[in-house]
């Protein structure tokens, strides 16, 4: 094809896998890299080309722009998708790439350094009329300045970095002690997270749902959203299952749109032109504010697509070369059914903390329709090096009731062996009579303590069935 692009992943793991197929759909060259301590990465196979990129640690690889950029030039590079993680929100990457008139699969510098900026994201969402948690405008300096702005908008507050995400960076404190307790250990854990110490001082929401909204835009000014995702169901701030649409906004049709609209709204207020997610955070009143933008593509998009049928990474692509999205209106987006996603981590299902160690087997049994977007595979090693998430478990339904059907059927198909996995915990979850009603918040892991509930006993006459099965099915038997 005419417009051909070399589109360079500088990801790994199933977002790169994803990005992949997208680049392969649309006709470009995917290219993909293998770095010292992953050599046998599973996303190249999807890949058109393969390059190395030298270094052995985050910081020397997918962090290292310099090194990049090495790999950019020696390869004619002409588009960059980064995923999300690593410089996916990296103005300074951003910014290099455009001054080299490299692609950026991304929105345009001044969104990312705007909206990758706590302080002035809030300011633009003021100035746009847009509602934002209560709280200091700027950057607070001093554990006395905090205390002032606490005092001014009432305890518990949230003392929260300007700049990252990921839950990091943030502690809530319920008096001045806390906050003098608390105040240099999140200076210090942000600084060392994001190279950013500053701090924000927010109203802290007490049982609040943590809702977001897909947004896609182009070159050409148009601004769509495709509804809402609910991500309440998390541990130390980081989202584990995600589902769409919201079960606290159910069939409010009027909150749901006025919730879309405004993340429209501010994405106009920064003429945003990629795929992106407005996050907010709802009251038990049902009265919402804005939270942040992250200025990429989000862990949980696939819960999208399963409900409007539209492939966001392919539109994402599309939209960076200023090509058509071939959206003739917002009334045209539309949505079908329920999907819910279960993040498939190395972890120890009861403390929750990272578990590397190496995968001896792998194998699956699921329902009709269920989508796994993985890199798990017979002698892989999960390393501490990357993030502990080793796939991304989706199921729809006609209703809510059979995405959690079919979610309970794929979770008791799925065998890792060799590898601690959260596949026990989300067992539990899912079967939790306040989930099954959609009656939840941020704070559902600490006041319904799933993990005390765990079964970590192996039924290994269990397992030897399914795996007798299995191979029973293999041979045609």
Same mark, same amino acid.
């Given at each position: 094809? +005419? ?31 293998? @770095? ?16 190395? &990129? ?116 943030? #502690? ?17 854990? +942000? +600084? ?93 009143? #049902? ?7 992250? @200025? ?37 987006? @539309? ?17 929750? &903390? ?16 269920? #989508? ?20 991304? &478990? ?10 959690? #059907? ?60 399914? &795996? ?10």
């Amino acid at each position: 094809m +005419s417009n051909q692009k070399k589109i360079l992943i500088i990801n790994r793991g199933e977002i790169a896998t994803r990005i992949a197929k997208a680049c392969r759909e649309l006709g470009h060259v995917a290219v993909g890299v293998w @770095t010292d301590n992953e050599l046998n990465a599973k996303h190249l196979e999807f890949c058109h080309e393969w390059v190395h &990129l030298q270094g052995s640690t985050n910081a020397e690889t997918y962090l290292n722009i310099d090194n990049i950029f090495k790999v950019i030039k020696e390869n004619e590079i002409d588009a960059v998708h980064p995923g999300y993680g690593f410089l996916s929100e990296s103005c300074e990457f951003a910014r290099k790439l455009s001054k080299e008139n490299i692609i950026f699969i991304g929105p345009h510098v001044e969104a990312v350094r705007q909206m990758g900026d706590k302080a002035i994201s809030k300011q633009i969402a003021k100035a746009a009329d847009i509602p934002v948690i209560p709280g200091s405008a700027s950057a607070i300096p001093t554990v006395a300045e905090a205390k002032k702005i606490a005092k001014e908008i009432g305890y518990p507050i949230l003392l929260k970095a300007v700049a990252g995400g990921g839950g990091r960076g943030m #502690r809530a404190c319920k008096d001045e002690k806390e906050i003098e307790d608390q105040f240099e250990v999140v200076q210090r854990e +942000s +600084s060392a997270a994001f190279g950013n110490g500053d701090l924000l001082v927010e109203k802290l929401i007490v049982n609040p749902r943590h809702i977001e909204v897909q947004i896609l835009a182009d070159k050409k000014g148009n601004t769509y959203h495709f509804f809402e995702r609910e991500c309440s169901i998390q541990r130390r701030h980081q989202k584990i299952i995600e589902e769409a649409p919201s079960p606290f906004i159910g069939n409010d049709e009027k909150l749901r749109q006025k919730i879309c609209n405004t993340a429209v709204k501010l994405s106009q207020a920064v003429k945003y032109d990629s795929a992106g997610t407005v996050e907010f955070i709802m009251g038990e009143d #049902r009265n919402f504010f804005f939270l942040e933008m992250n @200025t990429r593509i989000q862990v949980e998009h696939p819960i999208t697509e399963e409900i409007t049928g539209i492939d966001l990474i392919v539109c994402m692509i599309q939209a960076a070369l200023g090509e058509e999205l071939g959206i003739p209106s917002q009334e045209w987006i @539309t949505r079908s059914g329920h999907a819910i996603e279960c993040r498939i981590c190395a972890e120890d299902p009861i403390t929750m &903390l990272p578990s590397p160690g190496k995968v001896t087997g792998f194998e699956s049994q699921f329902p009709q329709g269920t #989508r796994f977007d993985h890199y798990l595979y017979r002698d892989l090693e999960v390393t501490p090096d990357f993030d502990p998430m080793v796939g991304k &478990l989706i199921t729809k339904g006609l209703l809510r009731s059979i995405a959690i #059907r079919k979610m309970t059927c794929a979770l008791d198909g799925l065998l890792v062996e060799g590898l601690k996995t959260n596949i026990p915990l989300h067992k539990v979850i899912v079967r939790n009579k306040k989930f099954l009603a959609g009656n939840y918040s941020t704070a559902f892991i600490v006041d319904e303590k799933p993990q005390e509930q765990v079964n970590v006993e192996i039924n290994y006459l269990d397992i030897y069935k399914k &795996l007798a099965c299995i191979e029973a099915r293999r041979m045609g038997i």
